[in-house]
C-alpha cells in the first residue's frame, strides 16, 4: 500500500508540472492551487504576489484602488475555490485562470448563456438508432478537417451561438469537403426565436439561448452567412444585417439524440461535431487533463462543440484507461488545454450527455457558398 500511495504521489505531481510548467509565471500561480499554499482564511503576503502575477499575465487593470480591492478579495475567494475543485476533480489540474477575478455570479453572466429547458423544437427530430458494434476506440473531428479554429465569445453570453455555428460548419464541412467559418454574430442580432409554450425561452444574444432554437432560426431564415461577411462584435445592441445573397450554408435538418453515450458517439463519427449543454462550474478554474469531478450539478448552463472523444490513461500509475469527451469551447485558445475541455464519459458528467443535437448541411450554390 506504501508502495502504491508513492507512485500516486508521483503521478500527481508529474500531472502538476507539466501544466505548470507550461506557462511563464503561471507554474507559480498553479502550484499555490495545488499544493495547498495559503490555506483557507490565511491572509497570506503571498496572495498579493499572486495577484500582481495575475495582472500582469491577463493584463489585467482596474478603474479605482476600490475596484483593485474587490477585485483582489474575488481572486483570494477564487483561489480557495480552484482548491476545492482539485480535491473533488484530482484527474484534471485547476488553477488561476482569465477568470479568477469574477464571482461566479458575474462568470455566468458574462461567459455562460445557455436559457430555456430541455425541449424538444417543434422542428427537430429526434435522431434514428445507429448501430454502435464497430465504432473507432478513438475519434477526433479536429483530425479530419471538420473543425475551426478556436473562437472567443468575450463578455457576452453568447455560447450557444458558437455551439450552435460549430455544429452546422462540421455538417457542411462533411456535405462538401469545404470548412466555411459561420456567424455567430448573425445569430446573436437576429434569432429571437421563442418557444410559445416556455415564456422567457427566447434567443437573447448575449443574455443566452438554445443551440435548437438556433437551429430552427437557420432553417427559416434559409441559413448564416460567413463569419468574414458577418463578423462577430461580442454586443447584442446591432440591428439584424442579414443577407440572404450572402448564404454560405443552409440547415436542412436537426435532430436530438438519445441520452446514450454509445449513440452520442456513433452520431459524432457518422454526422460530425455535436452542439451539446453542459454545467460549466468546474470550467471557471480547469487548466488541462480530463475532469471527471465526483460532484457535478447536471444544471445546463453552457453550450459547447463535442468534437471527439479518447480513451488514453490519466488514472494513476495507468491502472486503466478511462474514456472522455472532447469539447471545443469558445474562451480563446488561452483557456484550458489550448481551448479545448476533456470531460470523463459513462455517467453524464456535469449534464454532458443531456442535451445533444446533430444538424446535417444543406448543399446548394448561392452566390455565398464559394
Excluded at 194 to 223: H, I
Excluded at 304 to 315: D, E, F, K, M, R
Amino acid at each position: 500500500m506504501n508502495r502504491f500511495l508513492s507512485l500516486l504521489a508521483l503521478f500527481s505531481l508529474a500531472i502538476v508540472s507539466a501544466y505548470a510548467s507550461s506557462e511563464v509565471d503561471g507554474d507559480a500561480l498553479i502550484r499555490q492551487v495545488v499544493d495547498g499554499a495559503a490555506a483557507d482564511g490565511d491572509l497570506s503576503t503571498e496572495d498579493h504576489r499572486h495577484f500582481s502575477l495575475f495582472k500582469t499575465r491577463f493584463g489585467k487593470s482596474y478603474a479605482s484602488q476600490e475596484e483593485h480591492d474587490h477585485r483582489f478579495a474575488v481572486f483570494r475567494a477564487n483561489l480557495r475555490r480552484a482548491r476545492r475543485h482539485q480535491e473533488l476533480d484530482p484527474s484534471a489540474v485547476h488553477g488561476v485562470t482569465r477568470f479568477s477575478d469574477l464571482t461566479p455570479s458575474e462568470f455566468r453572466r458574462s461567459h455562460l448563456g445557455i436559457r430555456g429547458g430541455l425541449r424538444l423544437p417543434k422542428d427537430a427530430n429526434e435522431a434514428p438508432l445507429l448501430p454502435t458494434d464497430d465504432l473507432p476506440e478513438d475519434f477526433d473531428w479536429r483530425d479530419h478537417g471538420a473543425v475551426t479554429g478556436v473562437k472567443n465569445q468575450g463578455s457576452c453570453g453568447s455560447c450557444w451561438s458558437f455551439s450552435a455555428t460549430g455544429a452546422l460548419e462540421g455538417a457542411h464541412y462533411l456535405a462538401t469537403g469545404e470548412l466555411v467559418s459561420l456567424s455567430e454574430q448573425q445569430l446573436v442580432d437576429c434569432d429571437h426565436e421563442c418557444d410559445p409554450d416556455e415564456p422567457g425561452s427566447c434567443d437573447s444574444g448575449c443574455n443566452g439561448g438554445l443551440m435548437n432554437s438556433a437551429f430552427e432560426y437557420t432553417l427559416k431564415a434559409g441559413g448564416l452567412m460567413r463569419e468574414g461577411d458577418y463578423p462577430y462584435t461580442g454586443t447584442d445592441r446591432g440591428t439584424c444585417k442579414f443577407d440572404k445573397s450572402k448564404i454560405a450554408v443552409s440547415v436542412s435538418n436537426f435532430s436530438v439524440v438519445s441520452l446514450n453515450e454509445d449513440q452520442i458517439a456513433a452520431n459524432l463519427v457518422k454526422n460530425g461535431p455535436l452542439a451539446v449543454a453542459i454545467n460549466a462550474v468546474f470550467m471557471q478554474t480547469y487548466i488541462g487533463g480530463v475532469s471527471c469531478p465526483y460532484i457535478c450539478s447536471k444544471r445546463l448552463d453552457h453550450g459547447v462543440l463535442l468534437v471527439g472523444y479518447g480513451s488514453a490513461g490519466y488514472a494513476p500509475i495507468r491502472m486503466k484507461d478511462k474514456p472522455y469527451w472532447i469539447i471545443k469551447n469558445s474562451w480563446g485558445e488561452t483557456w484550458g488545454e489550448n481551448g479545448y475541455y476533456k470531460i470523463c464519459r459513462g455517467r453524464n458528467i456535469c449534464g454532458v450527455d443531456s442535451m445533444v443535437s446533430t444538424v446535417a448541411a444543406a448543399v446548394h450554390t448561392t452566390p455565398g457558398s464559394h
